[in-house]
């Protein structure tokens, strides 16, 4: 019992896959048995009156191209008959020859007996008269794709000659390593027979070897470091001076309260003196903390740069740039008492 269940199931599953197979393997049928929407077939028809109409004003390259556009949305086989004696008398007659074969073929499917017979008159008619092209190709490369027209020509059609509507065709040959090979040949409207044979393709220049740009090497940490140090020892000995001229400013201030004995301007020329001394170290120990302050920052960002890899990639020239970017103090004491503190990049 349990074997013949296994065997049913395995059954089942055994057609499921077929059926899944047919249904993806044929779906232009499927498509074609739903056929065209009314929209398409409404369109199909005003396309195939018009072309008519221009067909009797002997307008011919225009109503071809609306049966054309009429074929594609409806493939009716009146309208193929109509395309075939328009490409007829516009002189395609390779092109003629092969849509009256394929309507007499839909016809006799169809059992349109007339049909059937006006197509087959046409076609036979018009086959001695067609031109016909042959590609040959004595010594294909590997990989070697013919074109005509821009479209493939396969293998299995080298060596043959096949028919051609009159005018000018562009050959085009090319395979992997070689140069490309192309030329244009004319065929006259009927009964023409041409060759092209496929010269040897000349090899192809050896494409130049890509560019790779040089890895940098890994950014040299040492200029920083030394950058945080010198910013660094600057801003320590900017805070010292800055220190060290607050205590002689408030020494100043203090010895000139014995020759002031009615501040702030009943003071004698020594006491003027001692004041104003004591307001050039205040300005140099105000300007001694900003320096030193700003060179103990400045060190503090280059040293966590260098210990954080952030610059990782870099180069040298940024180095210098972290260095340059650094503010470095200048202080100068003029003759006349008063100082001048600035920051220079």
């Not at 055994?14 to 498509?31: I, M, Y």
């Not at 202080?331 to 503190?341: I, P, R, S, Y």
Request: proline fraction near 7%; glycine fraction near 12%.
């Amino acid at each position: 019992m349990r074997g013949t269940r296994r065997r049913n199931i395995w059954r089942a599953l055994g057609f499921g896959l077929v059926a899944a197979w047919l249904a993806a393997s044929t779906p232009a049928r499927a498509q074609d048995d739903e056929g065209p929407s009314d929209e398409d077939r409404a369109a199909a028809q005003v396309l195939f009156d018009e072309g008519r109409e221009l067909m009797k004003g002997d307008q011919v390259a225009k109503a071809c191209d609306k049966f054309a556009e009429s074929m594609r949305l409806d493939r009716a086989i009146g309208t193929q008959l109509n395309l075939a004696a328009c490409y007829e008398k516009l002189g395609r007659y390779a092109s003629a020859w092969i849509n009256f074969e394929e309507a007499r073929a839909r016809a006799v499917k169809a059992g349109q007996d007339n049909r059937v017979a006006i197509a087959s008159e046409r076609a036979e008619a018009l086959e001695p008269r067609l031109s016909r092209l042959e590609i040959l190709v004595p010594n294909p490369p590997e990989g070697l794709v013919v074109e005509r027209d821009g479209v493939e020509v396969g293998a299995g059609q080298w060596g043959v000659a096949l028919p051609i509507d009159g005018g000018p065709h562009a050959i085009v040959a090319r395979a992997p390593g070689k140069k490309p090979w192309k030329t244009t040949v004319e065929a006259k409207p009927e009964n023409d027979r041409v060759e092209v044979s496929i010269p040897e393709l000349e090899d192809a220049p050896p494409e130049p070897e890509p560019i790779v740009p040089p890895t940098p090497a890994p950014a040299d940490d040492t200029g920083l470091v030394a950058g945080a140090i010198v910013a660094g020892s600057l801003g320590v000995i900017g805070v010292g001076l800055g220190a060290a001229f607050g205590v002689l400013a408030m020494g100043k201030d203090s010895a000139s309260l014995d020759h002031c004995p009615e501040p702030p301007n009943g003071c004698t020329a020594e006491g003027v003196d001692l004041r104003n001394q004591a307001f050039t170290f205040a300005h140099v120990s105000t300007t001694g903390f900003v320096v030193g302050g700003v060179g103990l920052a400045v060190g503090a960002v280059l040293l966590g740069v260098a210990l954080s890899g952030d610059d990782e990639g870099g180069s040298d020239d940024d180095d210098g740039a972290a260095l340059e970017a650094a503010w470095l103090p200048y202080v100068d004491l003029d003759g006349g008492g008063g100082v001048t503190a600035r920051l220079s990049w």
